[in-house]
């Protein structure tokens, strides 16, 4: 019996899960050109089903939410119908199973828009200091269209159609995507929303916008089945706000209402998908978790130890493991034997079909 905290049970809302590993939301572009996912994916998910608890890649809302090619939908029949038998996949006896709802906002580009315009954010304000992947290469990010009211209310109901949709695929529970300077993220910074309605200027309604999409949420899935994702220290697709750490603060707490499934934070250092340096007023994820009354998640430049020194000392309940559970579908089994990690491949992260993605060896398929 392994001694480890990361595999001692816990709960996450009404659901008992076995370990306390997560295997954090994780986009790999290998569903279908129509947003429905795909046998390949159905294997890399039972491959990572060791997990205590799944949060499947971001999943767009809807055909305007989407920034790239290839990346999974929950807007209509077709891809719900997909999910199902990966998320059946997904599912072993004693794990929960998450699905990650997204909109980029103004993270899109006009070649992948339905209507062929700029995308839409809270404010007309562009991305500066990075640029848009697109097919043909690097590119700037456009000036975004100004959301009109009607524009906001209709994405508020997006995500409460494809918050039903993940509970018709199976899913056991959704993630809000408030991280990594997407939509939700572009209405909380006001360096991003400088809108003079009732969703923009004080803090109170550049909440606004998060707070109708959690209770539009919930009308479909209970409280204690939803997640919800920040990363309060950073600033990647300049998510910049002029206070993050009172931004964060009153947001967490106020999110304590709701008895949700969990909180889950990006750590400092992260940034995007990848490390960083550490900006100087990064807040401490032990500050954040501990005003959230809940199951904490934290994700970031994890190993092991780390990990268990942060739920042996009760600062977070679980931790997720990203590029380690790419190039480690047997991750949980490996921590308990404590077997060597193999190393992230540099390739077929974001496409490539198996290869960098069902073609990492489970370590009894390794040679000894
Ligand atoms: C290939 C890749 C895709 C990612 N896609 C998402 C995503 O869809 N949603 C999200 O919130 N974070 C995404 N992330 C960020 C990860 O969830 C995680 O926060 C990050 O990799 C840091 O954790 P790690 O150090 O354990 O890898 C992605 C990261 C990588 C490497």
Redesign the pocket.
């Known amino acids: 019996m392994s001694e480890s905290s990361l595999f001692s049970p816990v709960y996450l809302g009404d659901q008992h899960l076995e370990n306390r590993i997560a295997l ?5 572009s290998r569903a279908n050109p129509d947003g429905t996912a795909t046998a390949l994916m159905r294997e890399y998910y039972a491959q990572r089903s060791g997990a205590g608890l799944v ?1 499947a ?2 999943t767009v809302v809807s055909p305007q939410a989407s920034a790239y090619a290839n ?1 999974p939908g929950l807007f209509n029949k077709e891809q719900v119908m997909a999910w199902r038998p990966v998320v059946e996949a997904a599912k072993r006896d004693g794990n929960a199973v998450y699905c ?1 709802l ?1 909109h980029v906002g103004r993270q899109s580009h006009s070649s992948v828009q339905p209507d062929g315009q700029p995308p839409f954010g809270p404010s007309a304000i562009p991305i500066k200091g990075f640029t848009y992947r697109s097919t043909d290469g690097r590119i700037p990010y456009e000036t975004p269209r100004e959301l009109t009211q009607d524009g906001i209310h209709e994405i508020v109901q997006a995500f409460g159609s494809a918050a039903a949709n993940a509970r018709d695929a199976g899913f056991d529970g959704v ?1 809000l ?1 408030a ?2 300077g ?1 939509l939700i993220e572009q209405f909380l910074d006001d360096g991003i929303n400088q809108r003079t309605d009732e969703y923009g200027g004080s803090l109170e309604n550049r909440l606004r916008f998060l707070f109708e999409v959690l209770n539009a949420v919930i009308k479909h899935i209970p409280a204690n089945r939803v997640g919800i ?1 920040f ?1 309060p220290s950073s600033d990647w697709m300049d998510a910049i706000d002029s206070d993050k750490r009172t931004l964060f603060s009153t947001v967490i707490q106020r999110l304590n209402s709701y008895s949700l499934a969990y909180l ?1 934070l ?2 400092p250092g ?1 940034s ?4 960083s340096s550490q900006a100087p007023d990064a807040t401490p994820t032990k500050e954040l978790a501990s005003l959230f009354n809940g199951t904490v998640i934290a ?4 190993t092991k130890e780390s990990a268990e020194e942060l739920i042996s000392s009760g600062v977070v309940d679980l931790v ?7 190039a480690n579908p047997d991750l949980p089994e490996r921590f308990r034997q404590n077997a060597p990690l193999a190393e ?1 491949a540099p390739h077929g ?2 496409s490539g079909g198996e290869h960098g993605y069902t073609d990492y060896p489970a370590l009894d398929s390794c040679p000894s």
């Open positions: 954090p939301p994780l986009t790999r949060i890649e971001g990346v990650q997204w993630e995507h991280a990594n997407y994702r990363s889950h990006v750590e992260i995007g998908a990848t490390n994700t970031g430049g994890h997720g493991f990203g590029r380690k559970f790419i992230l992260l974001y």
